[in-house]
Structure formats: C-alpha cells, structure tokens
C-alpha cells in the first residue's frame, strides 16, 4: 500500500528485519509478535509522525497567518480611526466662525413637511489682511477684524425645503441702500445706520452685512460664508482648475487678466484674476463682472460634483481642508459636520436646477456711478422668499419630487379618505364654511364639517390624532399651512381652526407672506443662467474700459497692444 507521503511500507519492513535480529523463544523458534513485527511498528510510529507532522504544519502555519492578518487588520483599524479622528480635528480648527446676531437675517419658516429652505450669503472680502491677501490683492492691512473692508462679491444662495432647486442672486457692490445701526462685537465698530453702499457694511462685521442685505431684499439670511482674495486661489487649486471660456481676447489692466479667446482651465492667481475683473466683461462695472462670477462657480459646481473630484479620497481631503482654510462662517455652520450637512444639501440639487441671477438695477439718480433696485428686483426678491423655483420646470419638479419620507407618506394619503371638522375661531361669520367647501371642492371626503370654535383664536391651527400626521400634511399642504400650524393631539380626527391670522380666502397667507411672486418677471434682466450651461463664454466688454500707458482702450486692444505680457494661463 502506498504512502500518503510518497513512501512504501514493503520497502521499509524489508529494511528494517534485514538490520534487527529476531528474537527466538527457548525452543529457538521466532518469539511470537505482532504482526509485521517490532520493525513494522517503529516504521508505522515513524510513518504516523511523518503524517502527523507535514500534516500539522499548514494547520500550525494558517493559524499564525490569521493571527498576523488579526492583528495588522485591528493596527489599521486603529491607525485609521486615529488618522480620521486627526483630519476631523484638523479640519475643525481650520474653520473660522463669527457669531451673527440672532435673528439678524430674519427666521426662516417650514412648510407643510417641517422642511426648511436654506439662505446663505456668500461674501468676498477685499481685506488684505495678510501677506498672501497682501501680495494678491495689493496694499496691505493688519487688523484681523473687517474694520476698514469691503463685501466686493455679495450672493445669496437660496437652497430649496425639498432641496430640488437652487437660486443665486448677486447684489451688485455698486448698489445703494440703508444700512441699519449695528456694532461688531469683536472690533466694536458701530454705526447709527446711514444711506451708502451696501458694500460697506462688511466695516461693522459680517452680521451687519447680513442684516443690510435682509432689510434691502426682505429675504431671510440664515448664514453667512466669507471668502478672501488667498481663499479662492486655495479653492480653485483643490479641484484642479476651473474651466472658463471668454469671448474674445481680453486683457483686464486692473485686475491683470490676460486670455486669449476661447477656453482656459485657471488655477492660483488666474482664477482670482478672473473673478475680480470688473473692467473686463459686460460693460466695464460691477454688473458684468457678476455674470463671469455666475460662470465661474457654474463651472466649479460641475467640477466638484464630478466623478473624478467626488471619487477621489485625495482630492476630497485636498478640497475639504482647503475649504475650511479659506473660509470664515457663522457659527451656525462652524464645525465640519454642519459644514457636510450643507454640502450635502447642496449636492442634492441637480446642475440644471440651480439658477444664477443678478439683481436688477438702475442708475442712482444722485450718482451714475452708482445703481439702486430696479422695479423687476421686487419679484425676484419674493421670488427667493417665497422658495419659488426659477428652472422653467419648477411646477412640474414640485409636484413629483419625493425628497423626504415625510412627503411620501404624505402623497400616500388620499384628499378623499381625509375628512376636516373645520371650527370659526374669528368674529368673521361663515369662515369654517368657506373653508370646508374650498376642502370639498379639492377632492377632500364629503364628512368634512363645519361648526364654532370653543374660544376665538389669533392663530390657526390644524390638531390632528395619533399617527395621522400624514393625513394633516395632506390638509396643510392643500390650504397652504406650514408646518408651526399643526399640532398632534391625544384626540383622533383633524380638527381645522381657524384663526384672526386668516380673514379671508381660501389658501392661507400672513402679513409676513407675499403671494406668489411672477417667476418670469423675476428673472427678467437678471441675466439668468443655470449650472449645466458649460458652453456659455464670458462677454469680454467692447468698450474702452482699460488703460495702457495712459490710453483708454477696450480690453481686447489691450490685448494686442501687450503682446509682450505673458497670458495669465494657456
């Protein structure tokens, strides 16, 4: 019989009674003994030993690999975590946060879901406060207050309650307005307010910009985010350039850009060049340089939301620690988490619903230098207050969207399985009647009824029982209630009353809400684009809108007449 190992027992019984004499009996016969005798059985221990141990090894080895592989992989574990606890850490004191007072841009309020709309103004801060501002932006400054600076970029970025759009309205830097009393708590600047340029109100700390920008537009301002001339070098840099297209050759001797007709990826110094020409675009002011501004963070958002930016752990990190560096914010978004939490909010919305826009104005009849609101500028105003979309498609994506479970359940309940006892809590004789008929009429069940209020109520109010808050949603949303309207109760059944806040009509509406602003008028001669339009170039100006060596020139003459000025990128 063969060997597991290669090696026969004949063989090696032959060898082994060809070297031991056998024992014989006393009659000198062979000794009786096992079968295969002495031999054999050392031959059989030493075979099982062979067996037992090369079959023991590999057991012995697999386990010693899986305590090496246990071990290595609680090192990584622990390295990581460590390493991720570091970055967290790190990146959180990178972040700069300034306290606004509350309610200095107003309050925001929930819709029928509980959703809320998010309102940041994005400020651009021409201080030069240290030596890379310095040496960017010319001239220096050493405070580390906004005492003495300007908001030469001023945008608020609206973000939906469902998330499905976006808008972002420029307010010229040139724009007149009241700037009201406010005092910085850091640097104790102080103003009693006065009329001048809203730009100015950055000198008194960001929450007094925030408060001008909410008294010109009434648009609740929930955050502010402040970037600096060395801040937009940082960001540009992390997502590896931003792609930018101008239509001619222009040559902008203030701000120093200098690019040749077409498309040019712009990083560092190019990219802020870009950014702050004002004499470059449009018609040589602020104006034109708001729709370059739209363009070049139309193509940074496609940037970041790229599989080659958003998949790559290396520039994740590159962009997220550049972010916290460049940044100042409030400190309603002063940590890392709240920070992902916006951006995540922001990532919802899809390229081709986020609208750009700028304000509309007019001259100042005091000054041409200078622009105040146009008539149009109230309807995009109300527009944004009122979290109505700009996309041509917004009545379409409103009704479909499903952002939250909450919507859904709440599209899962029919009109016609909920029934409303509607109750008059006014001195209005006929109020619940009116708004019964109105449910009636919109599919509700023919059980809605009507009746008195126990007391009058200032306020009204939808009460609903346990586990018939989607039902309540689906009220709400048809009359227009937010969501501070509803309210649960031990008591099964909707109960509808209405309040002094409602006199008339049949959808709801405070002194604070505005109706429906007209989207068409909104965005007429705001210069609106959207995100996903990649293929749009800046319109250098054609007007003489620069200097060189004592001659006005356009920006494309200026252009040709520097041939010797290397071009800002290729």
Not at 225 to 247: E, I, R, T, W
Not at 554 to 565: C, D, E, L, N, V
Request: charged share 20%.
């Amino acid at each position: 019989m063969s060997d597991p190992w290669g090696e026969t027992s004949g063989r090696a019984a032959t060898r082994d009674r060809s070297t031991v004499p056998h024992q014989r009996g006393a009659d000198g016969a062979p000794a009786h003994r096992p079968p295969g005798g002495r031999a054999a059985a050392r031959q059989a221990a030493r075979s099982k030993g062979r067996q037992s141990g090369r079959r023991a090894k590999p057991v012995a080895r697999r386990k010693r690999l899986a305590r090496i592989a246990l071990i290595t992989v609680s090192a990584l574990i622990l390295v990581t975590a460590g390493a991720g606890a570091w970055l967290w850490q790190h990146l959180n004191g990178n972040i700069k946060s300034v306290a606004i007072d509350d309610g200095a841009g107003g309050k925001e309020k929930a819709d029928a879901f509980g959703r809320t709309p998010i309102n940041i103004l994005v400020i651009g801060s021409d201080g030069r406060n240290n030596a890379a501002d310095c040496k960017l932006g010319g001239g220096c400054g050493s405070a580390s207050s906004t005492v003495g600076h300007n908001a030469d970029v001023e945008m608020v970025v609206h973000v939906s309650a469902d998330r499905s759009n976006a808008t972002v309205m420029s307010v010229p830097r040139d724009t007149m307005t009241q700037v009201p009393a406010c005092k910085d708590p850091d640097s104790s600047q102080a103003t009693a307010g006065y009329y001048g340029q809203i730009n100015s109100a950055l000198q008194y700390g960001p929450a007094c910009q925030v408060k001008t920008v909410h008294a010109l537009t009434g648009i609740t301002v929930d955050h502010f985010v402040m970037l600096d001339f060395s801040g937009v070098v940082k960001m540009s840099d992390a997502v590896g350039g931003v792609s930018v297209c101008v239509s001619d050759n222009v040559y902008d001797t203030y701000s120093h850009l200098k690019l040749a007709k077409g498309t040019h990826t712009l990083k560092g110094e190019a990219a802020l060049e870009f950014v702050r020409s004002r004499h470059g675009f449009g018609d040589g002011s602020d104006l034109g340089r708001t729709v370059s501004q739209h363009l070049f963070l139309s193509a940074m958002i496609r940037k970041f939301k790229s599989a080659g930016t958003l998949a790559n752990p290396a520039k994740v990190y590159s962009l997220a620690d550049a972010a916290t560096k460049a940044l100042t914010v409030d400190t309603g978004l002063g940590s890392v988490s709240k920070l992902v939490d916006l951006a995540t909010d922001l990532n919802k919305v899809p390229s081709k619903r986020m609208t750009f826009t700028t304000m509309q104005t007019g001259a100042d009849p005091a000054n041409a230098n200078r622009v105040v609101p146009a008539a149009g500028a109230k309807s995009l105003f109300a527009a944004i207050a009122n979290d109505q979309s700009l996309t041509a498609d917004s009545s379409k994506k409103k009704a479909s969207a499903s952002p939250s479970a909450t919507t859904s359940a709440a599209a899962t309940v029919p009109a016609s399985e909920v029934a409303v006892r509607v109750e008059n809590g006014t001195t209005i004789s006929g109020r619940a009647a009116v708004i019964a008929n109105a449910l009636i009429a919109k599919g509700f069940s023919p059980g809605t009824s009507t009746g008195n209020a126990p007391e009058q109520s200032a306020t009204t109010k939808l009460t609903y029982g346990p586990g018939e808050k989607a039902e309540a949603q689906t009220v709400a949303s048809a009359l227009g209630l937010s969501a501070s309207h509803l309210t649960q109760s031990s008591e099964s059944g909707l109960t509808l009353v209405i309040g002094g806040d409602w006199p008339s009509g049949t959808t709801y509406s405070s002194s604070a809400s505005a109706a429906p602003a007209d989207t068409h008028a909104a965005v007429s001669n705001a210069n609106a684009s959207t995100a996903d339009e990649s293929k749009t170039c800046a319109k250098v100006s054609p007007y003489k809108t620069v200097v060189l060596n004592g001659v006005a020139m356009t920006p494309a003459q200026a252009y040709a007449a520097a041939s010797s000025k290397k071009d800002s990128a290729p």
